[in-house]
Nanobody
Framework: QVQLVESGGGLVQAGGSLRLSCAAS????????MGWFRQAPGKEREVVAA????????YYADSVKGRFAISRDNAKNTVYLQMNSLKPDDTAVYYC???????????????????WGQGTQVTVSS
């Protein structure tokens, strides 16, 4: 089992940048496929980016391609989401998630994730 704690959210102007971190505790972090999701008010939770256990494979939602980058440091039990060129539409609560399912790929399906953080708010002003 793994516990996840996100940090790094906040208020930023459009065009700005933020880096989210997700610190994992528990055993075997390097075995987990990881993902970042977000949920805006009145909308479903959606995948933003995902990374496989080794960091060799990544997935990005079309809405963030070229602007966001997911990475992980298995030695530090941490996964990151670098967010550049932020837009007001990126405003949401961002969640980190972990799963042992999906094999060795970057898992994009929300239903395959078993462990979730508490979320961190990102607000982008226009």
């Amino acid at each position: 089992q793994v516990q996840l704690v996100e940090s790094g959210g906040g208020l930023v102007q459009a065009g700005g940048s933020l880096r989210l971190s997700c610190a994992a505790s528990g055993r075997g972090f390097s075995d987990y496929n990881m993902g970042w999701f977000r949920q805006a008010p009145g909308k479903e939770r959606e995948v933003v980016a995902a990374i496989n256990w080794s960091g060799s494979l990544t997935y990005y939602a079309d809405s963030v391609k070229g602007r966001f980058a997911i990475s992980r440091d298995n030695a530090k039990n941490t996964v990151y989401l670098q967010m550049n060129s932020l837009k007001p539409d990126d405003t949401a609560v961002y969640y980190c998630a972990a799963t042992l399912r999906g094999g060795r790929v970057a898992v994009r399906n929300r239903e395959q994730y078993d462990y979730w953080g508490q979320g961190t708010q990102v607000t982008v002003s226009s």
